[in-house]
């Protein structure tokens, strides 16, 4: 097929894979692909590079598209596919290059930048530069199939101007990915023994589990087990299932569990230290684990049998060897779950008002993406219910910043519901350009904005650990006066009861909504949230 140039090509390329926006910062290093898409799809010029893209392909369980200006825009995108390649999301990252002629000459060239492709290659699970025309079509598909296997990652190519606007012919291919990874007959029958033999046991559930959300419900009731899960594997199992504890590995009535529990049988999980009090959380010794990604099995906690295989497949083989747990062991299970629910809903004071109005105003299906704030790491990663894992939309590697651009790409993706974003006064700030992306755009997006005037989680480390206060002070705009200088409608909440009220009337609009949470009138939380990470000497 004859395409008049790479623009064209991408198209015919996206198309294939069944995607429909894209998102990006236009350049001359760019202009014939951000032409044909704006023309063709829909481009959404963001305002800084590739968060939107990465959790347009989560919310929609498929890929995101970014496309970036060479050398700084690759660069100011690189944080984000750090994020991608942590979080294994799906992300095709296209990026330009220097004209051929000139690559690698060190001239001066406009946007030229110093070995762009090794720092991509650091970034991204793939990388590669398209050396013709004849070769781009390939290219660009076999970078979405690498961005697409699993684990996954970001995949990013990098195209030479001059090859951008040069005719294009290629040959379409489908999308099929590789065959199923099936766990060896050996492996299965001793980890299918094992798991006949448990009493008690716990199933673990990272986001490799998305990809078996059926296998791993009915596993879940044969056996009558526990569902723990990391942050990723959230909504795996709906938590509103009375045997999904969730979130909440750590607690002192999980541990008790963990501890009494006989056989732990865990699903694509990294056991990232957050979730694990930095790897001394005590499980059980009896541990089949599950996973597609060679190098996690045994990295953490030692398997005692390891099941390398697609976690529906190995789920499937385990199945019929599923016996139910010992009288009382389910009971038990659905007393933590509502016991860890209450400690903590008591915990978070009057930001529990916020956190059950959040989700008495969503639809059952709608994503609710998240920054790296007091109120996401305490509550909205835990306590928020989530029944899907595309609704689940938080950077995994912790950066801040991300959440507003995450929360437009889910929003833009997934037009039908509602989008909540929580987002905290310092984490909004750094990417402050995206509310002009929302207020272009108009999704049907609530932006609740935390506002503590700074970096609230570092202030609280700060204050307990240390004599004075370093860098965690900020600035802050007036909200009200910055949303009527965006054209976005503004609210405000200073009291538990405007919660229900505020956000009910942002979720139901049409629009986006900017709601400020005035944290100082609010009032505190029990104690002061500090992060799980240790330092010495305290
Ligand atoms: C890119 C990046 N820089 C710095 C940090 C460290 N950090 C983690 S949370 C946080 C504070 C964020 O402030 P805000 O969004 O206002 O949330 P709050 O803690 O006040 O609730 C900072 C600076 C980080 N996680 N990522
Ligand atoms: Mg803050």
């Not at 296997?149 to 999308?175: M, N």
């Not at 094992?194 to 056996?223: C, D, K, M, Q, V």
Request: glycine share 12%; hydrophobic share 40%.
């Amino acid at each position: 097929m004859r395409h008049d140039n790479g623009g064209d090509l991408l198209v015919t390329v996206l198309r294939e894979l069944g995607i429909d926006t894209v998102f990006g910062i236009v350049s001359v290093h760019n202009l014939p692909l951000v032409e044909a898409v704006d023309r063709e799809l829909r481009f959404v010029p963001v305002r800084h590079e590739a968060s939107a893209a990465d959790a347009y392909g989560r919310a929609r369980g498929t890929l995101g598209c970014a496309l970036t200006s060479t050398g700084t825009g690759a660069g100011n995108a690189a944080g984000s596919l750090i994020e991608a390649l942590s979080a294994g999301s799906s992300v095709l990252h296209i990026t330009g290059q220097v004209e051929s002629e000139f690559l690698g000459s060190g001239r001066g060239f406009i946007h030229e930048t110093k070995d762009q492709l090794g720092m991509l290659t650091a970034v991204s699970a793939y990388a590669r530069s398209v050396p013709d025309a004849a070769r781009a079509g390939s290219i660009l598909r076999e970078a979405a199939r690498a961005a697409l296997a699993s684990p996954g990652g970001p995949a990013s190519v990098e195209w030479p101007i001059d090859l951008q606007y040069a005719a294009q012919t290629d040959e379409p291919e489908d999308h099929a990915g590789p065959a199923p990874l099936t766990p060896g007959a050996e492996e299965l029958a001793a980890a299918g023994a094992l798991l006949a033999s448990a009493r008690r046991p716990l199933i673990w559930a990272g986001g490799g589990a998305n990809t078996a959300r059926g296998e791993l419900a009915a596993l879940l009731e044969a056996t009558g087990a526990g569902l723990i899960t990391s942050n990723s594997g959230r909504g795996s199992v709906p938590e509103d299932h009375e045997q999904v504890i969730g979130n909440f590995a750590t607690t002192p009535a999980v541990r008790a569990l963990l501890a009494d529990a006989d056989v732990l049988l865990t699903i694509g999980t990294h056991f990232r230290s957050n979730e694990t009090a930095d790897y001394t959380l005590g499980l059980p010794g009896a541990h089949i684990q599950i996973d597609v990604d060679a190098a996690s099995i045994g990295r953490v906690h030692p398997a005692t049998h390891a099941l390398h295989a697609d976690a529906a497949e190995a789920l499937t083989g385990l199945l019929p060897h599923a016996v139910p747990a010992e009288p009382g062991w389910t009971d038990r299970i659905g007393a933590v779950r509502t016991e860890v629910r209450a400690i903590l809903h008591d915990n978070i004071g009057p930001q529990a008002a916020i956190c059950d109005a959040i989700r008495a105003a969503l639809p059952r299906e709608a994503v609710v993406a998240r920054d790296v704030t007091i109120p996401s790491s305490s509550w909205g990663n835990r306590l928020l219910e989530m029944y899907d894992p595309r609704d689940n939309v938080f950077p995994r590697g912790g950066g801040i910043g991300q959440g507003l651009g995450m929360g437009i790409g889910a929003a833009l993706a997934r037009p039908d519901a509602p989008t909540v974003v929580i987002a905290g006064d310092g984490g909004l700030a750094v990417h402050l350009g995206e509310l002009l992306t929302l207020a272009q755009e108009r999704p049907r997006l609530t932006l609740i904005v935390f506002n503590d005037g700074g970096y609230g989680v570092l202030r609280n480390m700060q204050d307990r650990h240390s004599e004075r206060r370093s860098g965690v002070d900020l600035t802050t705009p007036d909200f009200a006066l910055l949303a009527q200088a965006c054209g976005l409608p503004y609210a405000r909440i200073g009291a538990e009861e405007d919660a229900a009220r505020v956000i009910g009337e942002a979720v139901a609009s049409d629009g986006p909504t900017l709601v400020e949470v005035d944290l100082d009138s609010l009032g505190p939380m029990k104690n002061p949230f500090t992060p799980p990470v240790r330092i010495p000497g305290q």
